[in-house]
């Protein structure tokens, strides 16, 4: 079965700084799907960004980019020029695309505090 | 994205009683799913809501339990039967968009507590 770890259940930056999330994954799998979600106080579940395995290009959206190693199967997240509103928690997420849909698979989360 | 609006929001309630979540999204999809959040906890998946037939649940969640409804593509509704304190948790509804890498969107989620 698949597997997300988030080793860091906190972390801190300050304002303008950047900061580094750590996701690994385990699969058998060659193809699948990867994601960042933010969730807030809100509680409201915001895709973040998202990566195919099979590009070798790394995701990027603004301010936010992914490390992608498919062969060490890691997936980090990093947040550059942090402002107050990305503090919340962020899951990491994996998804098969194969036999149509299948669940999403979540990390437990690292909640990220940004510092004025 | 998709917009995705979940009723109720919150609710308090009592043991051995249940409640009855909507979740409606603003256009047709394909796939529906819910799943819980406990307390500090990550998300876990409970069902795929499929439309025209019956839930496919994830080991460890029943239909007794958690019944499932989605009478068209725009509309699902899950129900907590029976409820107890350990049912207390943020019940999120979701919905997958066909193209790859076919995101899965959150509706805002109901925070239930039961006393």
């Known amino acids: 079965a698949q597997t997300v770890t988030q080793s860091q259940p906190e972390m801190s930056v300050q304002e303008a700084e950047t900061v580094t999330l750590s996701c690994t994954y385990d699969?058998?799998?060659?193809?699948?799907?990867l994601f960042w979600y933010k969730q807030p106080p809100s509680r409201q579940m915001i895709l973040v960004i998202r990566?195919?395995?099979?590009?070798?290009q790394n995701a990027t959206e603004n301010r936010f980019s992914v490390n992608f190693q498919k062969a060490a199967k890691s997936f980090s997240l990093k947040i550059s020029d942090s402002q107050l509103g990305d503090a919340a928690m962020y899951f990491c997420?994996?998804?098969?695309?194969?036999?149509?849909?299948?669940?999403?698979?979540f990390g437990k989360g690292t909640k990220l505090t940004v510092n004025p | 994205s998709a917009v995705i609006s979940q009723k109720p929001s919150r609710d308090i309630c009592q043991r051995g009683t249940s409640l009855t979540i909507q979740c409606q999204v603003d256009?047709?999809?394909?796939?529906m799913f819910w799943y819980r959040q406990q307390p500090g906890q990550s998300l876990t998946l409970i069902a795929t809501?499929?439309?025209?037939?019956?839930?496919?649940?994830e080991s460890g969640f029943v239909i007794d339990k958690f019944p499932i409804s989605r009478p068209n593509l725009t509309f699902s509704t899950l129900t907590v039967s029976n409820m107890s304190p350990e049912d207390s948790s943020i019940y999120l509804c979701?919905?997958?968009?066909?193209?790859?890498?076919?995101?899965?969107?959150f509706g805002p989620g109901t925070r239930l507590t039961v006393l």
């Open positions: 979701s919905v997958e968009r066909k193209l790859a890498p076919k995101p899965t969107f």
């Open positions: 699969t058998s799998e060659s193809d699948y799907y």
């Open positions: 990566q195919e395995a099979y590009k070798q």
């Open positions: 997420a994996y998804r098969t695309p194969q036999g149509g849909s299948e669940k999403l698979v």
């Open positions: 256009s047709q999809v394909t796939m």
């Open positions: 809501a499929n439309q025209g037939s019956e839930a496919t649940y």
